[in-house]
């Protein structure tokens, strides 16, 4: 069974702090990796992916991938309350045929922006 | 900028019952998804569909279940005889390869 796991927080953090959240996965074939963002009650929406090791930066957002470890991470940098939802964690599978992807996801984590 | 979109936003029906959710992907996407999510639990995968057939369907995904592309830009999930537990909220998601944007979802009630 190909898990991705995360802590579920509540992560609070004060507004303009570095928020980081972290998330393991368990399939060492795995290629690709996303961040999304969920507003309670709404759908996921993306934020970024990686996939190669490193750093990759957009804007506030700083994606980390070490494959070695089985770890991805995403810093938000100058946290803003409307940065305050579940971040998702998911992880990219290819399937046998070669052409068919899916996502597993992890539970998420509660990020809390005080202003 | 070209987004998702799915019909209805909410649906109640009775166990037992039929409901066809709609999706239409982003035009020039090549691979259709389906994922659900139990209030409070984490999106799972449902099935995947690429080239006017399924690619890849989860356990989730039995014979209640079944996807269509009735034309060139509808992609439906159906549930043919739905269970109290099927209440969840359903994405579909269209990627051109890997990167998979999500629809705002269904919340499917059944009562």
């Known amino acids: 069974q190909k898990e991705v796991e995360q802590n579920s927080g509540p ?100 990020l809390t922006v005080n202003p | 900028e070209p987004e998702v979109t799915q019909t209805p936003s909410h649906q109640v029906t009775q166990m037992g019952q039929e409901v066809i959710l709609r999706c239409v992907p982003i035009s020039n996407h090549l691979y259709f998804y389906w994922y659900r999510q139990i209030l409070g639990q984490k999106v799972e995968f449902l099935v995947s569909f690429y080239n006017n057939e399924i690619s890849e369907k989860s356990e989730i995904f039995d014979d209640q279940f079944s996807v269509e592309r009735p034309d060139g830009s509808n992609f439906t999930l159906k549930i043919r005889s739905t269970k109290l537990e099927d209440s969840a909220m359903y994405f579909c998601a269209s990627s051109p390869v890997e990167t998979q944007y999500f629809g705002p979802g269904t919340r499917l009630l059944v009562l």
């Open chain 1, 11 to 110: 992560l609070s953090v004060p507004e303009g702090a570095i928020a980081s959240l972290n998330c393991t996965y368990s399939d060492r074939g795995s290629q690709s990796f996303f961040w999304y963002r969920q507003y309670s009650g709404k759908s996921p929406e993306l934020i970024m992916f990686i996939y190669s090791n490193g750093d990759k930066e957009d804007g506030r957002f700083t994606a980390q991938l070490n494959k070695a470890s089985q770890y991805v991470s995403l810093l938000i940098r100058d946290s803003q309350p409307s940065d305050s939802a579940t971040y998702l964690c998911a992880v990219n599978t290819v399937g046998s045929g070669g052409s068919n992807y899916k996502l597993t996801f992890g539970k998420g984590t509660l």
